[in-house]
């Protein structure tokens, strides 16, 4: 079982919605001290207001931050971890829903998985035991849309969550751990109180009919849930595992299920 007591946490996307909740969830389980990165700096700035005069001083504080701008991400981690001498746990939570046209989708790859990719392979450098770090976590935030395709309207997002799942499991896994000392946990998020779902479409095709009849029958839990379900995965999840945080239900370890289905094809494909 690990703790937040005294860490540094790292959050992309934390200024509203999970990220947010996230952010004042850890500092409630004791942790140090919790750096909130996103590009929406009024919300930013609140958030910040918000959480240190509720748990002290210098608890919190924002930056503002494009994750698809490396210089921007890397820095915000590295300048994390030279003010307090370490970094504990980074958070990629940013993430957005755009398919109506092209650029759009090649913003929503950067965001949703590359950016989330660079963001572990920093955590990773910066928390690596060989590396002079002292180990920790990163925890990449994933959804449900990425354990079954929602499509329509959803083709690029449920692509680019689905992604997430399958690099959380694959840096995730010996060797790289006991070297390292850095879990990496995936979390498959089912719908939340939030603003992201908002008007859906996709190159001009409106789903958000066909969404609801997918979604329909699941309860949207509330950002507390989702980020007590973070709290609980960062405690008890081993590196490579991928949890279920799903209608404000205790989050669920689904590991075996995903890898029951890898054994299956690797047999299938005679491995």
């Known amino acids: 079982m690990y703790d937040l007591i005294d860490k540094v946490v790292v959050i992309t996307g934390a200024a509203k919605g999970i990220g947010a909740a996230i952010a004042a969830e850890v500092l409630k389980e004791g942790a140090k001290h919790v750096r909130i990165l996103d590009i929406d700096e009024d919300a930013g700035v609140e958030l910040q207001i918000k959480l240190n005069n509720q748990y002290g001083s210098n608890k919190a504080k924002y930056i503002k931050c494009d994750v698809t701008n490396d210089d921007q991400l890397f820095s915000s981690f590295e300048n994390a971890k030279k003010e307090y001498g370490y970094l504990d746990v980074v958070v990629n939570n ?3 829903i755009n398919e109506n046209n092209y650029a759009e989708v090649r913003k929503m790859v950067e965001i949703n998985y590359i950016a989330l990719v660079n963001g572990t392979l920093k955590g ?3 928390m690596d035991k060989c590396k002079g770090g002292r180990g920790g976590a990163v925890i990449n935030v994933a959804s449900i849309a990425g354990l079954y395709p929602i499509c329509p309207p959803l083709f690029m997002y449920s692509s680019t ?3 997430v799942l399958q690099f959380t499991s694959c840096i995730g896994i ?3 751990y006991s070297e390292t000392g850095v879990r990496v946990i995936a979390l498959a998020i089912g719908t ?3 603003t992201i779902f908002g008007n859906i479409s996709s190159f001009g095709r409106a789903g958000d009919k066909r969404t609801m009849e997918i979604m329909g029958g ?6 507390e849930a989702a ?3 973070t709290v609980e995965a960062f405690k008890k999840g081993k590196s490579a595992s991928i949890w279920l945080l799903h209608e404000n239900k205790p989050a669920i370890d689904i590991t075996q299920d995903r890898e ?6 690797a047999k299938l494909l005679g491995r």
């Open 192 to 194: 939340t109180e939030t």
């Open 174 to 176: 010996e060797p790289l």
């Open 218 to 223: 699941h309860e949207n839990q509330r950002v």
């Open 161 to 163: 969550k689905a992604a």
């Open 227 to 229: 980020s007590q379900g």
């Open 94 to 96: 940013a993430g957005v």
């Open 260 to 265: 029951e289905g890898h054994q299956l094809m």
């Open 124 to 126: 990773i450098e910066l």
